[in-house]
């Protein structure tokens, strides 16, 4: 830890090593079978998710208790979204974004415990979940209206004359979105942990050990909130392609 | 003092990266700036347009995110 520095030297090394990839048990290399610390942690975020979410309600109470209540909350809030956004006929697809949203909120929140890992703050995760968003919502696209779907990169709201040039720049938006929607949450994640860190590491020297301590809390207090916020941006942005989608011409 | 001038250029280059947060912090207080100046003119229509306004953030907040990526890249892959 960056915080165990007895000399009083500063010890930044260990910044970056939170998000390194390790064997569960033994040595050796890491093949793709190898039990490591993603696959722990991905295992306790399904955990978290179905304590929240089946044990927790498991009363069905018509008056309900503190743990049902967190799950009625998060799940009306999901639903308004996605009623909001997408309309009524984005509803169907409901299930998928409340899973993800669940999914990145746990592994944020998760993430944040002290030596915890955080399975989002990898690409290899993050980009996983935004190309299956995108291929996801292309295909409901292609499916549901078929040609009429390339609506949307031809703007008819637009003069006829710069519409090609507008077509040309809606069709590179479009294959753009999955790697911001990816690099969005995982850059947040590394850049936040990493900051945590940074502010830890300054704690090694005693005459601004307390300001780094405060720092720390703070951070810690804000990463808090982005982990929130950052799983709340991810499933709306999902609302927000699935409505491009189903209603392609703007 | 020895040292390679291309470890140099790179950590040169990675500092400038910095310039890009400004660029964000700039887009991304301009986006709740505008959305408090909007809210407090009418505060009734406020509450449904938060959702806008978290992607408006976002949007903002990814091109800062990107050029932390260009910093990571030119440390580690570079």
């Keep these: ?250 | 003092m020895e040292g390679n001038i291309g470890e140099l250029g790179q950590y040169i280059g990675v500092g400038l990266t910095a310039i890009g947060m400004g660029g964000a912090a700039i887009g991304v207080g301009n986006v709740a700036g505008n959305f408090l100046a909007g809210a407090l003119r009418n505060p009734s229509a406020a509450a449904g347009q938060t959702a806008t306004l978290f992607i408006g953030m976002a949007f903002a907040e990814a091109l800062g995110i990107f050029s932390f990526l260009v910093a990571l890249l030119l440390m580690f892959a570079v």
């Design chain 1, 1 to 250: 830890m960056a915080t165990e520095a007895g000399d009083g030297g500063l010890h930044f090394d260990s910044v970056l090593s939170q998000f390194e990839v390790k064997r569960l048990f033994g040595t050796g290399p890491v093949e793709w079978y190898t039990p490591t610390n993603v696959t722990l942690w991905l295992f306790l975020i399904i955990v978290a998710t179905a304590a929240l979410l089946i044990w927790g309600t498991r009363g069905r109470s018509m008056v309900p208790n503190r743990s049902q209540s967190m799950a009625e909350l998060t799940y009306g809030m999901v639903h308004k979204m996605v009623e909001d956004i997408s309309g009524k006929d984005g509803l169907k697809y409901f299930p998928y974004i409340m899973t993800l949203f669940m999914f990145v909120l746990f592994a944020n929140f998760l993430g944040l415990l002290p030596k915890a890992f955080t399975v989002t703050s990898h690409i290899a995760v993050t980009g996983v979940l935004a190309f299956s968003v995108f291929f996801t919502v292309t295909a409901i696209g292609f499916i549901k209206h078929g040609a009429h779907f390339l609506d949307l990169f031809w703007v008819r709201s637009a003069p006829l004359a710069i519409r090609p040039v507008l077509a040309v720049i809606e069709v590179i938006s479009y294959f753009v979105r999955p790697v911001s929607h990816s690099i969005r949450l995982a850059g947040n994640m590394i850049a936040g942990h990493a900051v945590i860190k940074v502010f830890a590491a300054f704690a090694g020297i005693a005459a601004v050990a307390p300001v780094s301590i405060l720092a720390v809390v703070g951070m810690y207090a804000f990463e808090a909130l982005v982990a929130f916020i950052q799983a709340y941006v991810f499933a709306i942005l999902t609302c927000v392609y699935l409505k491009d989608a189903l209603h392609p011409s703007h």
